[in-house]
């Protein structure tokens, strides 16, 4: 019983240094299919995703306690107000003027998911990003959102002024999507494929293929071994049926 046990466990084991030397002999098709997931990835970029375009505009908002000076004071309420303008750059309010005032065909949320708000950090900037498909069209949304919510911040806030520190670009250069990064990571999923469809086959074979093997499967001894032709095709369930006649063998020895 304890013999079948150690048999089982054999059976299921894998040798690492022979997966290695599969993985070496098969290295041609393992780069094969990392090749053809590459351009398959490659040309589903090109061809089926739509190019996006950034565009950003920045704005500086900061409340005065006296017209002609800048305290200490004003500097930290601005500071610690700079999050609460952001959030009202993408408030409802906003984003229905900017969908009336260019006659945009979308929803409030639609219109939400392509702007994007944030702050450098240490900096009461904020930079507000568009992006869609049309360069122009990014650069007169992320316009209009800046007017709409500087009026917005003025009048929530009760602050003087919302200044401007960049209008929005024209981009010329495409945002989204990466090429080369696509590629790449199509590239590396080719080959984990591969290497993973490789490991299973290896599993799943059980067929005796050397002198070795007899001895380690079937704890036989091997008396001799009959050459094949060159050219012969080999019969893998006349290998197991030869496997488990040794088996049945063995069991009636003991």
Not at 28 to 39: N, Q, S, T
Not at 183 to 210: E, H, N, Q, R, S
């Amino acid at each position: 019983m304890e013999k079948n046990n150690n048999f089982e466990q054999d059976e299921i084991a894998i040798d690492l240094g022979e997966l290695f030397q599969v993985f070496w002999n098969k290295a041609h098709m393992i780069i094969l299919a990392g090749v053809v997931l590459a351009l398959a990835a490659f040309a589903w970029t090109k061809i089926f995703i739509t190019p996006q375009y950034d565009s950003t505009t920045k704005i500086f908002v900061i409340t005065k306690q006296n017209e002609n000076t800048v305290t200490s004071s004003d500097l930290q309420t601005g500071t610690l107000l700079t999050k609460d303008y952001m959030e009202m750059v993408k408030s409802r309010p906003v984003l229905e003027e900017v969908i009336a005032v260019l006659n945009l065909d979308m929803t409030t949320e639609q219109l939400a998911q392509t702007i994007t708000v944030e702050t450098p950090a240490e900096t009461r900037l904020i930079n507000i990003t568009v992006r869609n498909e049309d360069p122009k069209l990014a650069k007169s949304i992320a316009d209009a959102v800046r007017e709409a919510a500087s009026i917005q911040i003025q009048e929530v806030m009760n602050i003087d002024a919302v200044n401007t520190v960049e209008e929005a670009n024209l981009p010329t250069q495409k945002a989204a999507p990466n090429t080369m990064k696509n590629t790449l990571l199509g590239g590396i999923l080719g080959v984990f494929i591969a290497i993973g469809i490789i490991v299973i086959i290896y599993i799943l074979d059980d067929t005796i293929k050397t002198p070795d093997d007899v001895e380690r499967y079937l704890e036989l001894n091997v008396l001799a071994s009959l050459p094949i032709k060159e050219g012969t095709k080999k019969n893998k369930k006349a290998k197991n049926i030869a496997r488990k006649a040794a088996m049945q063998a063995k069991k009636k020895r003991r």
